[in-house]
């Protein structure tokens, strides 16, 4: 029987293991048919809408039939592969259109922004015109920073930035994430590393079961009382337990 309530904790668990086991790697030809999804990016304006939704949800399901039909699924990730949005972004940041200019001079400037991004961001690679799957986790999570903050959003939701990244890459998102806020916007981290949340948040709402079991303040608690929160033990029990 399911679980009422959806467990995130489940899914970490079966996505680990999916990985371990590379239960959904595509190995290769076989005898089975295969059955290959042609994914665009996920997004060229850097806006999402509810297109965007339907069009994953039809695929997903396409996906998801033909696997349970035992055909030799090819699912990618989609990537930019005709550089739409970095077509874009270099119209929007230099107020121009590539339509009005020779070939030439527009992919100069493409060339340009993109080693822009590349420094301020400081993505380490070894050939700038090589293939982002073959980055390291860092580096491959700066290019992911560069392109949602590129886009000059006014809210940000951050769903583990830092997990998997080695320790300079984790303090440079870091800045990026406290840039972005001071700047006046809007932030929504939500990470399993306490001790993220606790040194970038202004507000902290911990959940348990899919309930709010607390909103607390990271300057006026201490990590005890986070830790019992995260449990589901809400304010008013802990000051019980203290009374007695």
């Not at 015109?129 to 073959?134: C, H, Q």
């Not at 990271?218 to 995260?230: H, I, Q």
């Not at 008013?236 to 007695?244: C, G, I, N, P, T």
Request: glycine share 8%; hydrophobic share 35%.
């Amino acid at each position: 029987m399911l679980d009422k309530r959806f467990n995130l904790e489940n899914e970490k668990e079966m996505q680990k293991l999916w990985e371990e086991k590379e239960a959904y790697k595509f190995k290769g030809v076989d005898e089975r048919p295969v059955y290959s999804v042609d994914t665009p990016p996920p997004t060229v304006s850097g806006k999402l809408h509810v297109g965007h939704i339907f069009s994953f949800t039809q695929s997903e399901m396409l996906v998801r039939y033909h696997r349970l039909k035992g055909e030799n699924v090819y699912y990618p990730f989609g990537f930019d592969d005709n550089g739409l949005p970095t077509e874009r972004l270099v119209e929007r940041e230099e107020g121009i259109f590539a339509k009005d200019l020779p070939r030439s001079e527009f992919i100069e400037k493409c060339t340009a922004t993109k080693d822009k991004y590349i420094k301020e961001f400081d993505i380490r690679l070894g050939d700038v015109n090589g293939n982002i799957g073959n980055l390291s986790g860092g580096n491959a999570q700066k290019v992911i920073i560069a392109r949602e903050l590129s886009a000059n959003p006014k809210l940000l939701i951050a769903c583990q930035p830092t997990r998997g990244v080695d320790i300079g890459s984790i303090e440079f998102i870091h800045k990026q994430i406290l840039k972005f806020r001071d700047a006046g916007n809007t932030v929504i981290l939500i990470s399993s590393e306490l001790s993220e949340i606790m040194s970038l948040s202004d507000r902290v709402i911990v959940m348990y079961k899919g309930k709010i079991s607390g909103e607390v303040s990271p300057k006026e608690v201490s990590m005890a009382a986070m830790g019992l929160l995260m449990a589901g033990i809400g304010k008013e029990e802990q000051d019980h337990e203290k009374e007695r």
